[in-house]
């Protein structure tokens, strides 16, 4: 990858990390962000490609050192994260990891009991797989839904924080003098 594309993928991983957040940090207040589902498809479809871009690189610059000995590989491939990312950034991916993966099944299974909230003939439902199980109020139907939200748009703030750093990665690496 040249230098412009990643720099290209680094402004808009970055833009799309802090979109993404936003949009996440909306389902905590009673908005209407809730709603909308074409906004989630879409940050998370913007993932790919940096996350492409990010893989590619790394690829690249993997497949040049050609080392043969997968555990060296593997060795090398640690030590040169460890050597680019700071260790800030590698406990805020840890904590971001545990966060989205916490905060998926606490919203999906705990606040929302594993139920989905829809509307059957104009009646507020909370549904598994088809079957009602209870209705509910409009309010409630607001607060199921910002779960609903909460516990999917965790994922695409996760998957742009993991791009941004393998094209950070790269970019690092494509300023430093070859070995």
Do not use: C
Not at 112 to 125: A, F, K, M, S
Not at 150 to 170: C, E, K, T, Y
């Amino acid at each position: 990858m040249g230098v412009k594309t990643l720099k290209l993928a680094y402004v808009f991983s970055f833009g799309m990390l802090i979109i993404s957040g936003l949009f996440h940090l909306l389902t905590y207040f009673p908005t209407n962000a809730y709603d909308n589902q074409l906004f989630i498809f879409v940050l998370t479809v913007a993932t790919f490609p940096p996350f492409y871009i990010g893989i590619k690189s790394l690829k690249k610059e993997f497949a040049a050192q050609q080392i043969k000995n997968p555990h060296i590989a593997y060795q090398q491939v640690l030590s040169s994260v460890k050597e680019a990312l700071s260790k800030n950034v590698i406990w805020v991916g840890i904590a971001l990891v545990a966060y989205v993966f916490f905060n998926f099944f606490f919203s999906i299974l705990f606040l929302n009991q594993g139920l989905g909230p829809d509307i059957v003939n104009g009646t507020y439902v909370l549904q598994d797989h088809g079957r009602i199980v209870k209705e509910i109020t409009a309010t409630e139907y607001a607060l199921h839904r910002r779960y609903e939200m909460r516990g999917i748009s965790g994922h695409p703030v996760l998957f742009q924080f993991i791009a941004l750093n393998m094209i950070d990665w790269s970019l690092k690496k494509s300023k430093t003098p070859a070995d």
